[in-house]
């Protein structure tokens, strides 16, 4: 009798795992797979890779790992008109100069201490639409505030930040 009463146990156990265990999509899992085509170039492969990455550039995106059905690249939109923002701030190791903008632009980058040293100059020259990331290592400066200054050539863009290194 007892015997009985625990195959039964086991038998609704047995149920109930199933009735509350985890699903699977109706996507294939597959050691290896392969598809390539023409024309307009695809090329998908997967071995079952545990790391997800995504690679970009010219307009194309690479990934590596699980495959990413529906997956849609779109880029960056690049920001309209003309400007310049300096991040982030406070700052410890580095700080960010993002330019952009639509016309061909030559700049000139200082960075100033308190007592109107410039620390740091250097200049950026581009020759059509831009939208730019320029990251200056601050770590050889000491704790305190400073100023970037952010020219253009044709004095269009005169821009001061101050920053704090800490």
Do not use: H
């Not at 390539?36 to 079952?48: F, H, V």
């Not at 952009?100 to 059509?128: H, P, Q, Y």
Request: one cysteine or more.
């Amino acid at each position: 009798m007892i015997k009985v009463i625990k195959v039964l146990i086991l038998i609704l156990l047995s149920f109930c795992a199933v009735a509350n265990s985890q699903q699977l999509s109706n996507q294939v899992l597959v050691p290896a797979a392969g598809l390539a085509t023409s024309g307009i170039i695809n090329y998908s492969q997967t071995i079952g890779e545990t790391a997800v990455e995504l690679e970009t550039g010219a307009g194309f995106f690479l990934t590596q790992g699980f495959q990413q059905p529906g997956m849609k690249y779109t880029g960056e939109t690049p920001q309209q008109g003309t400007g310049v923002d300096v991040y982030p701030n406070p700052a410890t190791d580095f700080i960010n100069i993002k330019l952009f903008g639509d016309a061909a632009r030559k700049f000139t980058i200082e960075m100033i201490n308190l007592t109107g040293t410039i620390v740091s100059t250097m200049t950026l020259d581009f020759i059509t639409q831009y939208s730019y990331i320029q990251q200056i290592d601050i770590t050889r400066l000491s704790n305190g505030f400073y100023f970037v200054r952010i020219t253009s050539d044709d004095s269009k863009i005169i821009r001061v930040f101050k920053i704090e290194k800490m």
